[in-house]
């Protein structure tokens, strides 16, 4: 095993890891869907991470930010 396979064995985890990633915001963006103005606004204050960008992303389509 060369450098050259180890670069795409490497590449192909980050790459995982990027839709993996995309996948839990995805998530949180439609969950949130089911919630009330107030309630995403709150919920964006206090999540963190993919959450909180799954948030954001939902209040964004809503025109709230």
């Known amino acids: 095993m060369g ?3 180890f670069l ?3 590449g ?3 790459l995982n890891q ?5 996948e839990r915001i995805t998530m ?3 969950r949130a869907d089911s919630y009330s103005d107030s309630e995403l606004l709150s919920k964006i204050r206090y999540a963190s ?4 960008q799954g948030y954001i992303l939902a209040a ?3 025109g709230l930010l």
Do not use: S, T
Not at 18 to 22: A, G, H, L, R, V
């Open 49 to 52: 991470g993919d959450e909180k």
């Open 60 to 62: 964004k389509r809503r």
């Open 18 to 22: 990027m839709d993996k990633k995309k």
């Open 12 to 14: 192909g985890a980050v």
């Open 8 to 10: 795409k064995a490497a």
């Open 3 to 5: 450098f050259g396979d």
């Open 28 to 30: 949180y963006r439609d």
